[in-house]
T-cell receptor, first 115, second 115 residues
């Protein structure tokens, strides 16, 4: 079975600091990878996704993530965070092919950005 | 606005009550999902429907009964719940299952409290 590990439960940064949130998954086959964000009181929104091709993917609001197949990782980065980035971030993975509807989520990382 | 609307947003019910959660998607999708989001746990996939047919029941107790009358609507009927069923219940939709680039879009959820 697939599993997703997010290393940090709660990250606290000051504005303009750089961000990197770790995500590792366990699955040996082809995968699709996602980062979702949940702002306080709002729905889960897709931040970025990787299906194939360039392992460095860019998403909304200046976020990017790099797929490193050899490390089974898909870390999320942002060079300079803002107070409005305060939210919970979820990494998710599904297997390619016929089972690609089964999203497996990590436990989430709560990001608090202090002004 | 996500295109996936869930009602009610909050629900408090006793253990002997019967209630229903509703989800409606306006995205023209054909697959719909129920997830459970509990504190400090990853999102758990509960049910999947594809073209109104249930394709996944992730060992969910029978006190949760889903219904999908058409591709745009999904219900979760609740009866004789337990306090540990208190959680945020999320609905999601996607184009279809088995598509190579399957992206799920989420509603804002129903916060359920079982007393």
């Amino acid at each position: 079975a697939q599993s997703v590990s997010q290393h940090n439960h709660h990250v606290i940064l000051s504005e303009a600091a750089s961000l990197e949130l770790g995500c590792n998954y366990s699955y040996g086959g082809t995968v699709n990878l996602f980062w979702y964000v949940q702002y306080p009181g709002q729905h889960l929104q897709l931040l970025l996704k990787y299906f194939s091709g360039d392992p460095l993917v860019k998403g909304i609001k200046g976020f990017e993530a790099e797929f490193i197949k050899s490390k089974f990782s898909f870390n999320l980065r942002k060079p300079s965070v803002q107070w409005s980035d305060t939210a919970e971030y979820f990494c998710a993975v599904n297997a390619g092919g016929g089972s690609n509807y089964k999203l497996t989520f990590g436990k989430g990382t709560l990001l608090t950005v202090n002004p | 606005e996500t295109g996936v609307t869930q009602t009610p947003r909050h629900l408090v019910m006793g253990m002997t009550n019967k209630k229903s959660l509703k989800c409606e998607q306006h995205l023209g999708h054909n697959a719909m999902y129920w997830y459970k989001q509990s504190a400090k746990k990853p999102l758990e996939l509960m049910f999947v429907y594809n073209f109104k047919e249930q394709t996944e029941n992730n060992s969910v107790p029978s006190r949760f009964s889903p219904e999908c009358p058409n591709s745009s609507h999904l219900f979760l009927h609740l009866h004789t719940l337990q306090p540990e069923d208190s959680a945020l219940y999320l609905c999601a939709s996607s184009q279809v299952m088995g598509v190579a680039k399957n992206i799920q879009y989420f509603g804002a959820g129903t916060r359920l409290s079982v007393l």
